[in-house]
């Protein structure tokens, strides 16, 4: 019945957040052998992760609050031939219990959520509510010090100094995002509401820094870069570079 997940994901990047979210899944699965693996994306949009995750196997339960988006989805799980797997309904991470039933879901993603919410303590306590007991959060969220060194290379430094000195890491009010988390960040917020936090490592450490010449360099060259990726994820001291920050956290 199921594909590797991390077969599929391969258009979303982010190698090390797919080997954790497989690993998860193996976990269901033996726990569960009767049954799908049940998964809520929580702001999954037109389905990046959604569609991959159904392809592999599992339910599939999108809430978001973008008509469009969810449109968009239905669309891809259909042309993937997993429409059935992939359920699409419009909410707001607010209101999750509105359109999900607490404790439902083995897994729930909050992937490139939290840093356009309102509440972001808020989003996550909803999250850790959907999901079943012992269930695990995924989220996935821009880091603040790689957007500031990116400004730092770019020559924009007054911006670079509000990323940094900001709160909540933004450059000022023309900012889309509405936070950036580093890891000490992520981990308070996902521990205030009894999440025990069990990976917390850095998704995409070398994308800002490799130059594109050497990434199109060819099939040696993605892999070389795709090695030092995963040795690169586990160091903490360059985890904080990373243009996102991944934790799988877990409900007891
Ligand atoms: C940057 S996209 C991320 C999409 C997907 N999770 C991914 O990783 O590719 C953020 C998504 O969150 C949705 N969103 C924003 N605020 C939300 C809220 N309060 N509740 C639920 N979804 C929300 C947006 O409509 C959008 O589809």
Partial sequence: MSTAVGDLLGATGGGQVQRVLEAELATVRTRHPDRRPRILDVGGGSGAWAVPLAAGGCAVTVVDTSPNALAALQRRAREAGVGELVTAVQGDVDALT??????????VLGHELLEVVDDAPGAVAAMSMAAVPGGAVSVLVTGRHAAMLGRVLAGRLAEARMVLADP?????????LRR???APALRALLEAVGLQVEVLQGDGVLDTWVPRAVRDGGPAAVRAVAELEALAAEVPALREIAVRLHALARRD
Avoid at 168 to 176: H, Q, S, T, V
């Fill in 98 to 107: 509105d359109v999900v039933p607490a404790e439902s879901a083995d897994l």
């Fill in 168 to 176: 909540e890491g933004r450059f000022g009010p023309a900012d889309k």
């Fill in 180 to 182: 950036r988390l580093d």
